[in-house]
């Protein structure tokens, strides 16, 4: 079984800034990693697929990077509306997935 | 657009049974698996199970085995979740989601429906 560990748990940084985001598998996923963004009381809403590809309206602003085992979502500059929980999903052995426990995005 | 609506709030006795219906719309019902998952207060997104809309071959998580049942009904385009034997830590919001087409994701999602077990 694979496991997806995200860090950190809790970013805390200012409109504006750029946030780093990491999603580590226990080993390797290939690029089947996708990331979401989750605001509470909405569904959460696909950002990333296939480790690189932005989904459809997404700004430029969020991009993804990875293979293998490790990963990244960068958010370039950050705006008000992106401070929310983010997880990233691996679906390696698919149908199956595998959902990193999150990490928090808050205004500092 | 495509649209996943899933039906309302649950409250459910401990040992009873819930089963959650996702009306979908906006595309070829057939061409797109349905993937659940849910979350507990306070926690992350856990993976449920996953049904095939072509051909109703399923696939759930190892915890659920058992108790749960996904079924679809392909002239109504809605896919159901059915969890039996309820306990208090299955209180939770469930989602339904759209497999991508590339199959390594899911795209569009419900709006979530929140099952509360309390006796």
């Known amino acids: 079984e694979i496991v997806l560990t995200q860090s950190p748990d809790t970013l805390s940084l200012s409109p504006g800034e750029r946030a780093t985001l990491s999603c580590r598998a226990s080993r390797s996923v290939n690029t089947y990693i996708s990331w979401y963004q989750h605001k509470p009381g909405q569904a959460p809403r696909l950002l990333i697929s296939d480790a690189s590809i932005r989904a459809t309206g997404i700004p430029a602003r969020f991009s993804g990077t990875g293979s293998g085992t490790d990963f990244t979502l960068t958010i370039s500059s950050l705006e008000t509306e992106d401070f929310a929980i983010y997880y990233c999903l691996e679906r390696s052995n698919w149908p199956l997935i595998t959902l990193g426990q999150g990490t928090r995005l808050e205004i500092k | 657009q495509v649209q996943l609506m899933q039906s309302g709030p649950e409250v459910k006795r401990p040992g009873a049974s819930m089963k959650v219906s996702c009306k979908t719309s906006?595309?070829?019902?057939?061409?797109?698996?349905i993937t659940w998952v849910r979350q507990a207060p306070g926690q992350g997104l856990e993976f449920i199970g996953w049904?095939?809309?072509?051909?109703?071959?399923?696939q759930s998580a190892e915890k659920m085995k058992g108790r749960v049942t996904m079924t679809t009904d392909s002239l109504t385009t809605t896919a159901y979740l059915e969890l039996r034997s309820l306990k208090s830590d299955d209180t939770a919001v469930y989602y339904c989601a759209r497999d991508c087409s590339a199959i390594s994701c899911v795209d569009f999602w419900g709006q979530g429906t929140l099952v509360t077990v309390s006796s």
């Open positions: 906006g595309y070829n019902f057939k061409d797109h698996g």
């Open positions: 049904i095939s809309n072509y051909n109703g071959n399923t």
